[in-house]
């Protein structure tokens, strides 16, 4: 089966850059969308189609994908975008979907 | 405002079956697709079921085929997950997802309810 693969975990310190990277090999043919999701809340879309800014998500959050490999990038960290990412798409097919296995993001 | 609310989670003894529900409000129900998508205990999340907006396209993924239902009512702006013959696998928490699925955008998870645990126990 499909399976799109995360780091595990990240650290950075406050106001640092972080990236968190998915890779497939459908990401070339496929978008790409990243959620977060804090304990005991609903998962939340943050960029949708590789690199669009869901409505009411700040501006330190991008995307981006290039061949087999798509990013999502916070550019000045802060202790609320503590959380677990997860990046998601869809098989060749199209007709299957698939999230990455998740990434924690620690803020130091 | 979107809302989707769960209903339905229970524990369940293995082989059981259990129907899940969830209540969409604030937006045009009948002109969404719609989804399930699941996280077990310490685990992420996983891609469920979804179905088109009218019922005529349904799709699982592989592990729950043949045991899991995707239905909607879109008089009652409701969607619904029947589950049978459940397995401990299943424990999860279940959230409904409102996506969108174009073309130029591709297939996501817009708005999420706030989930619905399934807990599969003898």
């Known amino acids: 089966s499909y399976e799109l693969t995360q780091p595990p975990s990240v650290s950075v310190s406050p106001r640092q850059t972080a990236r968190v990277t998915c890779s497939g090999d459908?990401?070339?043919?496929?978008?790409v969308h990243w959620y977060q999701k804090k304990p005991g809340q609903a998962p939340v879309l943050v960029i949708y189609?590789?690199?669009k800014r869901a409505s009411g998500i700040p501006e330190r959050f991008s995307g981006s994908s290039s061949g087999t490999t798509a990013t999502l990038t916070i550019t000045g960290v802060q202790a609320e975008d503590e959380a677990d990412y997860y990046c998601?798409?869809?098989?060749?097919?199209?007709?299957?979907?698939?999230f990455g296995g998740g990434t924690k993001l620690t803020v130091l | 405002e979107v809302q989707l609310v769960e209903s339905g989670g229970d524990l369940v003894q293995p082989g059981g079956s259990l129907r899940l529900s969830c209540a969409a409000s604030?937006?045009?129900?009948?002109?969404?697709?719609m989804s399930w998508v699941r996280q077990a205990p310490g685990k992420g999340l996983e891609w469920v079921a979804n179905?088109?907006?009218?019922?005529?396209?349904?799709h699982y993924v592989d592990s729950v085929k043949g045991r899991f239902i995707i239905s909607r009512d879109n008089a009652k702006r409701s969607l619904y997950l029947q589950m049978s013959s459940l397995t401990v696998e299943d424990t999860a928490v279940y959230y409904c997802?409102?996506?969108?699925?174009?073309?130029?955008?591709?297939?996501?998870?817009?708005?999420w309810g706030q989930g619905t645990l399934v807990t599969v126990s003898s």
């Open positions: 179905i088109k907006q009218d019922g005529s396209e349904k």
């Open positions: 997802a409102r996506a969108r699925y174009e073309m130029l955008t591709g297939y996501y998870f817009e708005n």
């Open positions: 998601q798409s869809a098989e060749s097919s199209g007709l299957s979907w698939v």
């Open positions: 459908a990401l070339p043919r496929q978008y």
């Open positions: 604030g937006f045009i129900f009948s002109t969404y697709w």
């Open positions: 189609t590789d690199t």
